[in-house]
């Protein structure tokens, strides 16, 4: 059974930092496009950052670019988010995903979904 756990969410104020975790089992996505996306009370879920299977290319939502960082660990079957710099706007439900279709900041075209991680960021 494939599961996607994340972690590391949490309450921090603005100007905070925050790492996110996300664990794959059952499954090995290291050939797999990664991303994680989030979802505000009331609005759509939203691209944050996806990460390509050799971990060379990496694509940002521009209200998230030059703050947060996506990476991976393959041996661990991991991806991460790391986020700085964290502004109130930024409260959400984090998701990761595993790229099963063909356009990385559609949420349709992901297959497997974590349960998500509640960050909130207060001012």
């Known amino acids: 059974q494939v599961q996607l756990v994340e972690s590391g969410g949490g309450l921090v104020q603005a100007g905070d930092s925050l790492r996110l975790s996300c664990a794959a089992s059952g499954r090995t996505f290291s050939t797999y496009v990664r991303g994680w996306f989030r979802q505000a009370p009331g609005k759509d879920r939203e691209f944050v950052a996806a990460i390509s299977w050799s971990g060379v290319s990496t694509y940002y939502a521009e209200s998230v670019k030059g703050r947060f960082t996506i990476s991976k660990d393959n041996a661990k079957n991991t991806v991460y988010l790391q986020m700085n710099s964290l502004k109130p706007e930024d409260t959400a439900v984090y998701y990761c995903?595993?790229?099963?279709?063909?356009?990385?900041?559609?949420?349709?075209?992901?297959?497997?979904w974590g349960q998500g991680t509640q960050v909130t960021v207060s001012s």
């Open positions: 995903a595993v790229l099963t279709g063909g356009s990385y900041y559609t949420p349709s075209d992901y297959g497997y």
